[in-house]
């Protein structure tokens, strides 16, 4: 199955930037920016995760290649046939997105990646170990099912993570007004990745902000309140196995102690549900702070 993997030509470029970044903070007094232990750990993750999805691409492959045998017809690798292919590959980039955060399973895989609590370039990297054991390439697999060429997808899915690594940054401010209606950006995504309740789970776009403007999920980022990054229940960790298994095994204990009847719910309800009320999901914590708007 031919494909070009752009990841590779991309991460000397990645790291070269976050060490201009890091130049920046320092130059401008910005030191917090960037913690040590914070970015070890995210370096480390990217890197594990790196290793997993080369272990896995040969499973994945084969998955879009099956689904591709069921299209009624082949679209092959006509020119017109890229932009198409990644544009919807990411509208199903925005459907993964928004699922793993109101669905436990796929939230357990993406969580790490929301764990830190500083906001810059090195954030990019903190990638998941086990995004196929969540299954989350199901979400691309109707692609290769409408005619879609799997290598097609795999490059049109590098481009887009490769997008996304330049918007996890607080040294760009607002992009224009006509970038910014159509586009991801820095300040979009910033929004993303606070755990203010007015941003919670908000701003699922992979390059395209559109989407969340058309389903209804979009925040823009005031500017006047303070954004606080992490997860609502802070890691307090720089433990790496911590950081890359933690709510699985916070899935594990809950179905052990849960009554048979609510088992099944800690797999597939929102992260933050309890049978017993006892805490609180992102929509709770919205309605308590008058933030009526549902999560989606």
């Known amino acids: 199955m031919p494909h070009f993997d752009p990841l590779p ?15 920046w903070s320092i130059r401008s007094g910005r030191q917090q920016a ?3 232990r914070d970015t070890a750990v995210s370096l480390a993750l990217g890197l594990g995760s790196t290793v997993v999805g080369a272990l896995a691409a040969g499973a994945v492959a084969t998955m879009l290649v099956w689904a591709h045998r069921l299209a009624p017809w082949e679209i092959g690798w006509a020119w017109w046939a890229w932009p198409l292919c990644f544009v919807l590959d990411d509208l199903a980039y925005y459907w993964f997105h928004r699922s793993a955060h109101r669905v436990r399973w796929f939230w357990a895989s993406h969580v790490n990646h929301h764990s830190s609590q500083h906001y810059n370039l090195s954030t990019a990297l903190r990638q998941t170990w086990t995004g196929f054991l969540a299954l989350a390439f199901v ?12 290598g097609m997808i795999l490059t049109c899915a590098a481009f887009n993570l490769i997008y996304q690594f330049w918007i996890h940054t607080e040294a760009i401010g607002r992009m224009p007004a006509w970038f910014e209606a159509v586009m991801n950006s820095p300040s979009h995504h910033r929004v993303h990745h606070a755990n203010n309740a007015r941003y919670l789970d908000r701003n699922y776009a ?11 999920t979009f925040e823009p980022e005031t500017g006047t ?20 298994f933690h ?16 088992k099944l719910s800690y ?3 929102e992260p933050g549900w309890s049978h017993d009320g006892s805490r609180e999901t992102s929509d709770a914590i919205r309605r308590r702070r008058g933030l009526h708007k549902p999560s989606g």
């Open 206 to 216: 992979g390059t395209f902000i559109v989407w969340d403007k058309l389903f209804g």
């Open 139 to 150: 979400f691309r697999l109707p692609l290769a099912a409408i005619g879609f060429e799997p």
């Open 225 to 244: 309140e303070a954004i606080r990054y992490g997860i609502v229940r802070q890691l307090g960790s720089f433990n790496l196995f911590e950081a890359a």
């Open 247 to 262: 709510e699985w095994i916070a899935i594990a204990r809950d179905v052990v102690s849960a009554p048979w009847r609510h």
């Open 9 to 23: 030509y991309a991460v000397p470029v990645f790291i070269a930037l976050i060490a201009i970044e890091l130049a």
């Open 34 to 36: 960037y913690e040590g």
């Open 267 to 269: 797999l597939w309800r």
